[in-house]
């Protein structure tokens, strides 16, 4: 299997995953009671962090393991001025721990539909550049 060829069947499965990710956020909203809403933003935090990975990936970036939105949009700043245009995405990354630790802040029902809403703009953005560069998710 030739570089570009394996370059694509990762960054599909980065998206993949991260489909998975927004589609049980969204679904969870549908609970007929006791949503879950730190999982919902988890979800979303998720989406938003592989979609970025997804990017790296073709860009044959070899990104840290990490959560952290932050750092994955600056390495993304370097090959893209769509990067600047998604910093609220950096308010995601508490979510990658608030989920899984106890006494953590809780999330409300209004942080889980922004977390979802900003996951949405990130998977739309990287969405378009995966396009021009012959990726369909």
Not at 25 to 41: D, E, G, I, N, T
Not at 83 to 89: R, S
Request: some cysteine; glycine content about 2%; aromatic content about 8%.
């Amino acid at each position: 299997m030739n570089i570009n060829k394996k370059v694509n069947e990762i960054a599909r499965e980065w998206i993949g995953h991260a489909e998975e990710d927004l589609r049980l956020a969204k679904h969870a909203f549908k609970l007929s009671s006791s949503c879950p809403y730190k999982l919902v933003a988890f979800h979303a935090q998720q989406c938003a962090e592989k979609y970025l990975k997804a990017f790296l990936t073709i860009k044959n970036v070899d990104f840290p393991y990490t959560h952290n939105i932050s750092l994955l949009l600056e390495l993304c700043s370097s090959y893209a001025d769509w990067a600047k245009d998604l910093h609220e995405a950096e308010d995601l990354t508490p979510y990658a721990i608030t989920a899984r630790y106890p006494g953590k802040d809780k999330v409300t029902k209004k942080d889980a539909v922004k977390a979802v809403e900003t996951a949405n703009k990130v998977r739309k953005i990287i969405r378009k550049v995966l396009k021009q560069h012959s990726i369909k998710p």
